[in-house]
């Protein structure tokens, strides 16, 4: 459960600090002038950008506790390692190339640059789902060999981590779909843009996760 | 996003007003509607758990006196009876229904940011009630497995309902867990981005301030829950072992190997143990709330407060294992959470200083909400009590089979929190409503309800030193249990079953003051918070009419020296009613 402590104390640490800071050297049974004056509004982002950061929180959390249990589970005596098939390397390649397209797309959409939306929009999406389909090939690969879901928990594990993390990866490109049926149905940049913002948050988080989960697939 | 709530986009607010019947009280947007939704949905299960707690209680009174009670069904009347009130009643309850309710209206913003995310909640919620529901009528019945479902046995031949039943029950709480985190994203957002001009974080009631840290505790704490019901789910159904060890059963074997059952008690406990403060934090948010309104007297330590709901949130991730002291743990393990445990009742113990110190010289008024709010001091200081030494590993494990622990758990987790609940609906009916309700009516519920509870539990206690395992069908001839044991036994039943007959005054109550209640005033309490200075009550949708409301004060100014009502509204500005360090609010 070590890095699930981890991981949660710092989102712990960053929300209660925060917090503090906020209600530190406050009287509030004073009526002060300054306080009268305050918006409504904590933090400088849009809300949908404080919804989305809340639950790229969430998210931690669950990857965070299936590391933690593969951690513990690793240790029984049954556990067989796992080759990984070599497949994974160019999907990650990929899925860093579909955040580095969606990363290109954003900038042209806060640059107000329309134009740009429809080919960066294309490639983002287009790796993304390269992405997800070699995952399956490496699936497909994996039960060809005989490592079947139920013969090891190595290999459950990691049948349900990628499956979880393309659940992820899954969600988002719905989102994608709407910006990009927005984008072809003639959309201006403007309109686009922090949906795209969004994306990116996500695309670049969805990465970390799966670059974890594959450093910790390929060291164990 | 269908609008924003924020004072200075207010030409937005108009994009959602519902039209129609259904998009008006169905398919509505309105946190108001959604959070009565909730709360209806919430205490109609709550009724089907206290239905068969009464079954239990039948069989643990007057063994085998029901012919219809069976072990199986005795089991899973237990697992049901914990997981709804747990989960289906009290989270939903507090966060759906009153996190719903409240937040927009003591922050004074028209709705929840996400509108659409809100009902989307709630239609889930309904869902994953209607899935729990539904493995009562599947073969095989619902899981018996208990309320912590703990592997081997809750999919292992012998325990009831381990087919479709323990499936269902953990696709339910997923998609529970899925409403909840799409109605939480939207409290916490709220709380962070929409509140009126003028309310800063420190002059939100204690109430919002519990809802908002109980979601945070939900959000980090139910994927937990989401993780060992998906793996679980999988070790039933495609037959991994990430749980399952290897086992024979019937003679064959079950086809599993070397999995670990204390991955998922961790796993489980995890989330569990921050469940209790998901369900605890609101409730102490209310209860300061109702002591301050019906005392008329500012709270006592309102930062202390705020700093103990944050300290309890934080400190309530490394205190879980305190329920595992008998799964063989390591030894040092239980020291440091027995450590932990003791700590985080610190914080705990300083609310319930405050609280007394609240009622301490002020004006009481002991109206139901406050009868409750008094009720619950008591109930919970009882119950924490005894977690002191449940949380003591050398004192844990004698009695940690024991119904010490039951009547330990239902004082701090099941009575508190109840009493709390039934204290803000009457608390706030009149708001949500427009009408009164019969206060003689309600002091028999409180009186009768309080009494009675004691009079379940205290024996309990004593039951569970005399050594009486708690999660038996039935007991025997046990040499250990004396007579009155069982004779002590029908007593607590018979409580019971008067105390689940009790709650029909409060039913009956509500119905009939729903209809034919006096005609409520905008803020019969005289209270300070927003949601009772609305234009209209039950405030319409948007809630503040054309302007949303200013914020020049904190939720607590009661008694003000030199005002001419004994509460200042938040509302007021300084200019009209002074408060402050030159003007001495804390004068008596």
């Given at each position: 459960?070590?890095?699930?402590?981890?991981?949660?104390?710092?989102?712990?640490?960053?929300?209660?600090?925060?917090?503090?800071?906020?209600?530190?050297?406050?009287?509030?049974?004073?009526?002060?002038?300054?306080?009268?004056?305050?918006?409504?509004?904590?933090?400088?982002?849009?809300?949908?950008?404080?919804?989305?950061?809340?639950?790229?929180?969430?998210?931690?959390?669950?990857?965070?506790?299936?590391?933690?249990?593969?951690?513990?589970?690793?240790?029984?005596?049954?556990?067989?390692?796992?080759?990984?098939?070599?497949?994974?390397?160019?999907?990650?390649?990929?899925?860093?190339?579909?955040?580095?397209?969606?990363?290109?797309?954003?900038?042209?959409?806060?640059?107000?640059?329309?134009?740009?939306?429809?080919?960066?929009?294309?490639?983002?999406?287009?790796?993304?789902?390269?992405?997800?389909?070699?995952?399956?090939?490496?699936?497909?690969?994996?039960?060809?060999?005989?490592?079947?879901?139920?013969?090891?928990?190595?290999?459950?594990?990691?049948?349900?981590?990628?499956?979880?993390?393309?659940?992820?990866?899954?969600?988002?490109?719905?989102?994608?779909?709407?910006?990009?049926?927005?984008?072809?149905?003639?959309?201006?940049?403007?309109?686009?843009?922090?949906?795209?913002?969004?994306?990116?948050?996500?695309?670049?988080?969805?990465?970390?996760?799966?670059?974890?989960?594959?450093?910790?697939?390929?060291?164990? | 996003?269908?609008?924003?709530?924020?004072?200075?986009?207010?030409?937005?607010?108009?994009?959602?007003?519902?039209?129609?019947?259904?998009?008006?009280?169905?398919?509505?947007?309105?946190?108001?509607?959604?959070?009565?939704?909730?709360?209806?949905?919430?205490?109609?299960?709550?009724?089907?758990?206290?239905?068969?707690?009464?079954?239990?209680?039948?069989?643990?009174?007057?063994?085998?006196?029901?012919?219809?009670?069976?072990?199986?069904?005795?089991?899973?009347?237990?697992?049901?009876?914990?997981?709804?009130?747990?989960i289906?009643?009290?989270t939903a309850?507090?966060l759906g229904?009153?996190?719903?309710?409240?937040?927009?209206?003591?922050?004074?913003?028209?709705?929840?940011?996400?509108?659409?995310?809100?009902?989307?909640s709630?239609?889930v919620y309904?869902?994953?009630?209607?899935?729990?529901?539904?493995?009562?009528?599947?073969?095989?019945?619902?899981?018996?497995?208990?309320?912590?479902?703990?592997?081997?046995?809750?999919?292992?031949?012998?325990?009831?309902?381990?087919?479709?039943?323990?499936?269902?029950?953990?696709?339910?709480?997923?998609?529970f867990i899925v409403a909840f985190t799409m109605g939480g994203?939207?409290?916490?957002?709220?709380?962070?981005?929409?509140?009126?001009?003028?309310?800063?974080?420190?002059?939100?009631?204690?109430?919002?301030?519990?809802?908002?840290?109980?979601t945070?505790?939900g959000l980090?704490?139910f994927?937990?829950?989401?993780?060992?019901?998906?793996?679980?789910?999988?070790?039933?159904?495609?037959?991994?072992?990430?749980?399952?060890?290897?086992?024979?059963?019937?003679?064959?074997?079950?086809?599993?190997?070397?999995?670990?059952?204390?991955?998922?008690?961790?796993?489980?406990?995890?989330?569990?143990?921050?469940?209790?403060?998901?369900?605890?934090?609101?409730?102490?948010?209310?209860?300061?709330?109702?002591?301050?309104?019906?005392?008329?007297?500012?709270?006592?330590?309102?930062?202390?407060?705020?700093?103990?709901?944050?300290?309890?949130?934080?400190?309530?991730?490394?205190?879980?294992?305190?329920?595992?002291?008998?799964?063989?743990?390591?030894?040092?393990?239980?020291?440091?959470?027995?450590?932990?445990?003791?700590?985080?009742?610190?914080?705990?113990?300083?609310?319930?200083?405050?609280?007394?110190?609240?009622?301490?010289?002020?004006?009481?008024?002991?109206?139901?909400?406050?009868?409750?709010?008094?009720?619950?001091?008591?109930?919970?200081?009882?119950?924490?009590?005894?977690?002191?030494?449940?949380?003591?590993?050398?004192?844990?494990?004698?009695?940690?089979?024991?119904?010490?622990?039951?009547?330990?758990?239902?004082?701090?987790?099941?009575?508190?929190?109840?009493?709390?609940?039934?204290?803000?609906?009457?608390?706030?009916?009149?708001?949500?409503?427009?009408?009164?309700?019969?206060?003689?009516?309600?002091?028999?519920?409180?009186?009768?309800?309080?009494?009675?509870?004691?009079?379940?539990?205290?024996?309990?206690?004593?039951?569970?030193?005399?050594?009486?395992?708690?999660?038996?069908?039935?007991?025997?001839?046990?040499?250990?249990?004396?007579?009155?044991?069982?004779?002590?036994?029908?007593?607590?039943?018979?409580?019971?079953?008067?105390?689940?007959?009790?709650?029909?005054?409060?039913?009956?109550?509500?119905?009939?003051?729903?209809?034919?209640?006096?005609?409520?005033?905008?803020?019969?309490?005289?209270?300070?918070?927003?949601?009772?200075?609305?234009?209209?009550?039950?405030?319409?949708?948007?809630?503040?009419?054309?302007?949303?409301?200013?914020?020049?004060?904190?939720?607590?100014?009661?008694?003000?020296?030199?005002?001419?009502?004994?509460?200042?509204?938040?509302?007021?500005?300084?200019?009209?009613?002074?408060?402050?360090?030159?003007?001495?609010?804390?004068?008596?």
């Amino acid at each position: 459960m070590y890095i699930t402590l981890i991981l949660l104390g710092i989102i712990m640490a960053t929300v209660i600090g925060w917090i503090l800071r906020q209600t530190l050297n406050v009287q509030p049974w004073v009526s002060e002038a300054a306080d009268d004056a305050v918006s409504g509004a904590s933090l400088d982002a849009d809300t949908k950008t404080v919804g989305l950061t809340t639950f790229l929180a969430v998210a931690t959390s669950i990857f965070a506790l299936f590391i933690s249990a593969y951690t513990l589970r690793m240790d029984e005596p049954d556990w067989r390692p796992l080759t990984e098939p070599n497949l994974l390397w160019f999907n990650t390649a990929l899925l860093v190339l579909a955040s580095i397209a969606y990363h290109w797309t954003r900038n042209a959409a806060i640059g107000g640059m329309t134009e740009k939306l429809k080919p960066g929009l294309a490639i983002s999406g287009l790796l993304t789902i390269m992405f997800l389909g070699g995952q399956w090939i490496a699936w497909q690969e994996l039960m060809a060999g005989g490592y079947y879901v139920s013969y090891n928990p190595a290999n459950a594990f990691f049948y349900l981590l990628t499956a979880v993390h393309g659940i992820h990866l899954l969600g988002g490109l719905w989102v994608w779909a709407r910006s990009t049926i927005r984008v072809w149905t003639g959309a201006e940049a403007d309109s686009v843009r922090l949906s795209i913002e969004l994306c990116t948050i996500y695309w670049h988080f969805l990465l970390l996760v799966w670059i974890a989960l594959f450093g910790m697939l390929l060291s164990t | 996003m269908a609008y924003v709530s924020i004072a200075d986009r207010d030409h937005e607010i108009e994009h959602h007003d519902p039209q129609t019947f259904i998009t008006k009280y169905i398919w509505s947007q309105d946190h108001k509607v959604i959070a009565i939704q909730y709360g209806i949905t919430a205490i109609f299960v709550g009724l089907i758990a206290l239905g068969l707690s009464v079954m239990m209680r039948m069989q643990l009174g007057f063994p085998d006196a029901v012919a219809l009670i069976n072990p199986e069904n005795y089991y899973q009347f237990i697992t049901m009876h914990g997981m709804i009130m747990v989960i289906y009643l009290l989270t939903a309850l507090f966060l759906g229904g009153f996190g719903n309710y409240l937040i927009p209206l003591m922050l004074g913003s028209r709705d929840m940011v996400f509108p659409y995310m809100n009902m989307l909640s709630f239609w889930v919620y309904l869902l994953s009630v209607i899935i729990l529901l539904a493995s009562f009528f599947v073969p095989g019945g619902a899981t018996g497995a208990g309320w912590t479902l703990y592997p081997p046995q809750a999919i292992s031949p012998g325990t009831p309902g381990i087919d479709l039943g323990i499936l269902l029950m953990l696709g339910s709480l997923a998609v529970f867990i899925v409403a909840f985190t799409m109605g939480g994203l939207n409290y916490v957002t709220t709380v962070l981005q929409a509140r009126c001009r003028g309310m800063t974080l420190m002059r939100m009631p204690l109430s919002i301030w519990g809802i908002f840290m109980a979601t945070i505790l939900g959000l980090l704490a139910f994927p937990a829950l989401l993780v060992s019901a998906i793996m679980m789910i999988l070790d039933k159904t495609v037959a991994t072992s990430f749980f399952m060890p290897a086992a024979i059963a019937a003679g064959e074997s079950t086809g599993h190997t070397g999995g670990s059952p204390v991955l998922f008690q961790h796993l489980f406990w995890f989330f569990g143990h921050p469940e209790v403060y998901i369900v605890a934090l609101p409730a102490f948010g209310i209860v300061s709330d109702l002591l301050a309104t019906h005392a008329r007297k500012n709270i006592f330590g309102y930062r202390m407060m705020v700093w103990a709901i944050i300290a309890i949130g934080g400190l309530s991730f490394i205190v879980w294992a305190h329920h595992m002291y008998v799964s063989g743990m390591n030894p040092y393990f239980g020291f440091f959470f027995a450590t932990t445990t003791l700590i985080i009742a610190v914080p705990t113990a300083l609310k319930v200083y405050n609280w007394v110190l609240t009622l301490w010289q002020g004006n009481i008024h002991l109206r139901v909400p406050m009868l409750f709010a008094i009720g619950f001091v008591f109930t919970f200081t009882h119950g924490g009590l005894t977690g002191l030494f449940l949380g003591n590993v050398t004192i844990d494990l004698p009695l940690s089979d024991t119904y010490f622990v039951v009547a330990h758990f239902h004082m701090v987790m099941g009575v508190s929190p109840v009493l709390v609940v039934f204290g803000a609906i009457y608390h706030w009916f009149p708001k949500m409503t427009g009408r009164m309700y019969n206060e003689t009516l309600g002091k028999w519920h409180f009186w009768l309800t309080f009494l009675g509870t004691y009079s379940i539990y205290l024996p309990m206690h004593y039951l569970g030193f005399l050594g009486v395992p708690r999660r038996y069908f039935a007991m025997g001839n046990t040499e250990f249990m004396p007579e009155s044991a069982n004779t002590l036994n029908a007593a607590i039943s018979v409580s019971a079953f008067f105390v689940a007959v009790v709650q029909l005054i409060f039913l009956y109550n509500l119905i009939v003051s729903l209809r034919k209640g006096e005609k409520a005033d905008s803020n019969p309490w005289g209270a300070t918070t927003l949601e009772w200075q609305t234009p209209d009550t039950p405030p319409k949708h948007g809630n503040w009419g054309h302007d949303l409301p200013e914020v020049h004060r904190w939720a607590y100014d009661y008694s003000v020296p030199g005002q001419e009502l004994d509460f200042v509204a938040q509302t007021v500005p300084a200019s009209e009613a002074p408060v402050g360090r030159d003007h001495g609010v804390t004068h008596e």
